[in-house]
């Protein structure tokens, strides 16, 4: 099984100091465990693909019945061109990770996440990011209907409370493997 990490959202206007999911996000410590993270898949020779929403500064591009996407419209929010869709402080995206641009919530909307990776032959995904009830309960959720072995690392997600983190986390029971980091590094060594 060839694995590839996916890691979602780790942007200004998604976990900046000013959104919802900026609490959760550093005190579970998201951000240097995303770093430790890529590094160590990097080091196995398994792609790191750091997925972030953003938009066309004229928002032609928003889905254009959301609720969620037009309320960022009209905050002015996720348009590529911004600070806002800049990767957060601190975060190790390397030249060799790929990065994919989404368009919706799931990690898949609007990009060619899915033809790289059949293309690539990566059948199992290993998620993480922000945040546990959208991103990745709506990537978790495609990639196992496109037939995907799909691993949660619970701890390198985040949510804007701890309850919504582990309600999505069990939520995904059925459809994705609920791992850690440490698991994950420990049973690939």
Same mark, same amino acid.
């Given at each position: 099984?060839?694995?590839?990490?996916?890691?979602?959202?780790?942007?200004?206007?998604?976990?900046?100091?000013? @959104?919802?999911?900026? =609490? $959760?996000?550093?005190?579970?410590?998201?951000? %240097?465990?995303?770093?430790?993270?890529? !590094? &160590?898949?990097?080091?196995?020779?398994?792609?790191?693909?750091?997925?972030?929403?953003?938009?066309?500064?004229? &928002?032609?591009? #928003?889905?254009?019945?959301?609720?969620?996407? *037009?309320?960022?419209? =009209? !905050?002015?929010? /996720?348009? /590529?061109?911004? %600070?806002?869709?800049?990767? #957060?402080?601190? /975060?190790?995206?390397? %030249? $060799?990770?790929?990065? +994919?641009?989404?368009?919706?919530?799931?990690?898949? !909307?609007? *990009?060619? /996440?899915? =033809?790289?990776?059949?293309?690539?032959?990566?059948?199992?995904?290993?998620?993480?990011?922000?945040?546990?009830? +959208? @991103?990745?309960?709506?990537?978790?959720?495609?990639?196992?209907?496109?037939?995907?072995?799909?691993?949660?690392?619970?701890?390198?997600? @985040?949510?804007?409370?701890?309850?919504?983190?582990?309600?999505? +986390?069990?939520?995904?029971?059925?459809?994705?493997?609920?791992?850690?980091? @440490?698991?994950?590094?420990? *049973?690939? =060594?």
């Amino acid at each position: 099984m060839s694995s590839a990490l996916i890691i979602i959202d780790l942007i200004q206007d998604i976990v900046g100091e000013h @959104a919802a999911s900026h =609490q $959760q996000t550093h005190e579970r410590g998201v951000i %240097p465990l995303a770093n430790k993270t890529a !590094a &160590y898949a990097r080091s196995q020779k398994i792609p790191v693909i750091w997925i972030k929403v953003g938009f066309a500064d004229d &928002y032609h591009d #928003i889905p254009t019945h959301s609720p969620m996407f *037009n309320s960022v419209k =009209q !905050a002015g929010r /996720l348009r /590529l061109s911004s %600070p806002g869709c800049d990767w #957060i402080e601190g /975060l190790d995206v390397q %030249p $060799q990770d790929e990065v +994919m641009v989404k368009k919706a919530v799931s990690a898949f !909307a609007g *990009n060619s /996440l899915h =033809q790289w990776l059949s293309d690539r032959g990566y059948d199992h995904l290993l998620l993480g990011g922000v945040s546990s009830l +959208m @991103a990745i309960q709506s990537t978790a959720r495609q990639a196992h209907a496109l037939g995907y072995k799909v691993s949660v690392l619970e701890d390198l997600c @985040a949510a804007a409370t701890q309850d919504a983190h582990v309600q999505s +986390m069990a939520a995904l029971g059925g459809m994705a493997y609920i791992s850690s980091t @440490a698991e994950w590094i420990k *049973n690939s =060594q």
